[in-house]
């Protein structure tokens, strides 16, 4: 500084400083990744908030509690997108909150309270029509007890393969396996007057 420049006044150096942080490279990327955050939880809800809704009115028996679900795991996903280590699809992911959701939802006192009479179809704009054009067998399904029916949702009606199946339940490959056998082996059983190709 020049001998016959005078110093800045304080108030003036603090509103020099508060007027460069926001173009700092700090301030700047953390911007941008929640920005990209954002888009990715966008896509993820356009891709599989149907089929989602599904899965969590499936375990729930209720639209309004498996609505209430999926808005809270991709709430959850928000927050833990950043720390997700994709060793898993996004999908599988994403089912893995959703059951545990739903877990904790059945849980509470007040659900195991409530009877639940809620049908499939009584799910509006998720394509549950389209999805159970007669609703005998997932009616028997989600009769089932959680550690049943979580395996053959997932594997007949999320299409999931057995190993992402075990990430999801957060069990090993071969009780995914054991479970879908006694699965199959309840409702073969139970609808002895439908067609049951295990």
Request: proline share 5%; with cysteine.
């Amino acid at each position: 500084m020049h001998n016959n420049q005078k110093p800045l006044p304080e108030d003036t150096m603090e509103r020099t400083a508060a007027q460069a942080l926001p173009d700092t490279p700090v301030v700047a990327l953390t911007e941008t990744l929640e920005e990209t955050l954002e888009e990715t939880i966008n896509r993820l809800m356009a891709r599989h908030g149907d089929s989602l809704v599904r899965l969590c009115y499936m375990m729930l028996s209720d639209r309004g509690l498996a609505e209430d679900a999926v808005q809270d795991t991709f709430v959850k996903a928000w927050k833990a997108y950043p720390r997700f280590r994709h060793e898993c699809s996004e999908y599988t992911w994403l089912t893995r909150i959703a059951v545990n959701t739903c877990r904790s939802t059945r849980a509470r006192a007040f659900f195991r309270r409530e009877v639940q009479h809620e049908r499939p179809e009584d799910i509006s704009g998720t394509s549950v029509e389209a999805a159970f054009p007669d609703d005998t067998v997932i009616q028997a399904v989600m009769r089932m007890k959680p550690k049943y029916k979580e395996p053959i949702l997932l594997y007949y009606y999320q299409g999931l393969p057995v190993k992402e199946i075990a990430q999801a339940l957060g069990i090993a490959v071969s009780s995914v396996s054991v479970r879908l056998m006694r699965a199959r082996a309840m409702l073969k059983d139970e609808l002895k007057e439908w067609y049951f190709d295990a």
